[in-house]
């Protein structure tokens, strides 16, 4: 189990650092400070909760002891994470913080933009589902939230597109799921 912690706390820090390096290659975009220094904020918290649970904090009783609940946990992880870096290539200098807004935005609606809007917050959150699976089942509850906030961002987002977007965006809005492929 040990090793399971180690491999997944390393594969969410290089999928961090890659986050943020590859943000500088973004459009400049509209927005408050807020919510510019979102993803910086949201790392350090990822972060410390990283440094919490490997400092021996631990949840007893609630641990994903079970091989097969730990090996689900790791699929979803390494599916979510694939996901989160597949739709952030798709989207290219498009992509920014939750609910910011590009200047000269392009609407995106290949790769897997093709059947999800929000393929990147699907992505995240599923690796997240499967971190808590894999290691503690406490983690269910920052997956909830984090779903809580992914979910507001998007509708959010949804508004945004269709000002920016109004003769293109509602087809591609009726042709795609918001979040989970073929369900919502």
């Known amino acids: 189990m040990h090793g399971v912690v180690i491999a997944i706390v390393i594969a969410w820090a290089v999928f ?10 973004a459009k400049p975009g509209r927005g408050t400070a807020w919510r510019r220094g979102a993803s910086v904020r949201f790392v350090l918290f990822a ?8 400092t021996g904090f631990k949840a007893q009783g609630v641990s994903a002891s079970a091989p097969w609940l730990t090996w689900l946990g790791l699929a979803l992880f390494v599916v979510g994470l694939g996901l ?15 609910m910011s807004q590009k200047d000269d935005p392009e609407l995106v609606t290949t790769g897997p933009y093709r059947t999800i809007r929000h393929p990147i917050y699907t992505g995240i959150i599923l690796g997240m589902i499967g971190t808590a699976l894999a290691i503690s089942l ?21 508004r945004n597109m269709a000002a920016t977007f109004p003769d293109t965006y509602p087809a ?3 042709s795609t799921k918001m979040l989970i492929p073929f369900v919502f």
């Open 47 to 54: 972060a410390w909760f990283i440094f919490v649970r490997l």
């Open 138 to 158: 406490w983690g269910l509850i920052v997956a909830a939230v984090l779903a809580g906030y992914f979910t507001y961002s998007a509708f959010t987002e949804e």
């Open 84 to 98: 989160a870096v597949w739709a952030r290539l798709y989207i290219g200098r498009n992509w920014g913080t939750p």
């Open 16 to 25: 961090w650092i890659y986050w943020l390096l590859s943000a500088l290659a």
């Open 172 to 174: 591609y809005r009726a």
